[in-house]
């Protein structure tokens, strides 16, 4: 089918291309961050750093990040089903997703437990494609949680956090002012964008707006009296990555306080979100290494703790992701036994 510019089909080469252009656009903006965080930075000043961090710290986090994985897949077996025994499959999704987050800009992996909570659990696109939706705003919700706790028992990181987003705050009462002019001027680009239908996001929301409004139907039923302990599960894993963060961190002499860790790692979890590197390579550097010397911590001391945090994110990781293709390659296919879900009326998934 030809491509129809501006809308909603593009042959296969347009897709390539254009993918190919981001993927090079991120590789770059991740070399420039990098080098931005490190530049100035003698690297045996790193080294030194480094070899005196006692070896069973790396070695910890990486055991508890992959404990996390595990909980990973009972909290998307308890949103998808409301039940936990669905944890293996779901365990095996979310992790080759994240790994695929973490090598392949713009949020790729997200599309990848998609396809295999399909794959495995026989619930549909459209139910799986709403389960990870979910995921993704209790991670948001939990990340607002925790923030706001850090702001409420240390109002010292607030004014922080608006002196890098706008420089030396002189006035308090412009600190709340900037809130809501920033909030203000993303609400007025997203309707922007839907009112001239820049993206072609108006004709796509619209196609699909039936489906989607359906299914977030479906999911609201299904959901019901699953939340709380859904959430209870996400703020596990949040607190999970802060007990990295601090593990770490004390290992290099960077002694945070509670609310300091918890702002720390929603900084890391934004910079890793963003998409704007493979893996984030780079802008979690520069992001991290600001706020700790803002905190009074030495920028040398700052990027060998982050280096080896990042470092021992990817190899954890990694050694994650094989263990579950692994795993997905030599598990049993589920037995064909159906089992209703929870709420769900006619839909149902394999067991």
Same mark, same amino acid.
């Given at each position: ?5 501006? *809308? ?28 931005? $965080? ?19 710290r @790396?070695?910890l986090?990486?055991?508890?990040m992959?404990?996390g994985?595990?909980?990973r ?6 949103? /998808?089903s ?7 499959p779901?365990a ?14 713009l ?5 990848? !437990?998609?396809? #295999? ?10 139910a799986? +494609? ?5 995921e ?7 990340l607002?949680?925790?923030? $706001? ?6 109002? *010292?990181?607030? #004014? ?7 420089? =030396? ?28 239908? /820049?993206? $072609? ?6 196609? !699909?707006?039936?489906?989607? &409004?359906?299914?977030?139907?479906r ?5 019901? +009296?699953?939340?709380? &302990?859904?959430? +209870? =599960? %996400?703020?596990? /894993? ?15 002499g960077?002694?945070?306080?509670? @609310? ?6 929603a900084?890391? %979890?934004?910079?890793? $979100?963003?998409? &704007?590197? @493979?893996g984030?390579?780079?802008? #979690? ?5 600001? =706020? ?5 911590? %030495?920028?040398?001391q700052?990027?060998a703790?982050?280096?080896?945090l990042?470092?021992?994110? #990817?190899l954890?990781?990694?050694?994650s992701?094989?263990g579950?293709?692994?795993?997905? %390659?030599?598990a049993? @296919? ?7 879900? !929870?709420?769900?009326?006619?839909? !149902?998934?394999?067991?």
């Amino acid at each position: 089918m030809g491509a129809v510019h501006g *809308g909603l089909h593009e042959t296969f080469d347009e897709r390539l291309m254009r993918k190919i252009f981001r993927a090079i656009i991120s590789v770059a903006l991740g070399v420039l961050f990098l080098w931005l $965080a490190l530049r100035r930075m003698p690297w045996s000043d790193l080294r030194g750093q480094i070899a005196e961090l006692a070896w069973w710290r @790396p070695v910890l986090m990486a055991a508890m990040m992959m404990a996390g994985m595990l909980f990973r897949g009972f909290r998307m077996s308890w949103i /998808i089903s409301g039940q936990w025994r669905y944890w293996a499959p779901c365990a095996r999704a979310m992790t080759i997703g994240l790994g695929a987050n973490a090598v392949i800009p713009l949020r790729v992996g997200e599309g990848i !437990k998609v396809f #295999y909570l399909v794959k495995n659990l026989k619930s549909g696109i459209l139910a799986s +494609g709403l389960a990870v939706a979910v995921e993704r705003m209790l991670d948001v919700l939990c990340l607002l949680i925790l923030l $706001a706790f850090a702001f409420l028992t240390n109002t *010292g990181l607030f #004014y922080l956090w608006f002196e890098g987003v706008a420089g =030396t705050v002189q006035d308090r009462g412009r600190a709340v002012l900037m809130l809501a002019l920033i909030l203000g001027f993303f609400v007025i680009v997203a309707v922007i964008a839907l009112i001239f239908d /820049i993206g $072609a996001w108006r004709t796509k929301l619209m196609s !699909k707006r039936d489906d989607i &409004v359906q299914g977030w139907r479906r999911l609201a039923e299904r959901l019901r +009296g699953r939340v709380a &302990v859904a959430l +209870g =599960t %996400a703020l596990t /894993i949040w607190l999970f990555d802060v007990l990295q963060l601090g593990l770490i961190s004390r290992g290099f002499g960077i002694t945070l306080t509670f @609310p300091q860790m918890v702002f720390t790692q929603a900084v890391l %979890a934004m910079a890793y $979100a963003s998409s &704007v590197s @493979p893996g984030a390579i780079g802008i #979690y550097e520069l992001m991290g290494s600001w =706020t700790l010397g803002q905190m009074g911590f %030495a920028k040398e001391q700052s990027l060998a703790m982050l280096l080896v945090l990042h470092a021992t994110i #990817y190899l954890s990781l990694t050694a994650s992701v094989v263990g579950a293709l692994i795993w997905e %390659a030599m598990a049993a @296919p589920l037995a064909a036994q159906e089992v209703e879900l !929870k709420g769900a009326g006619d839909e !149902k998934i394999i067991a």
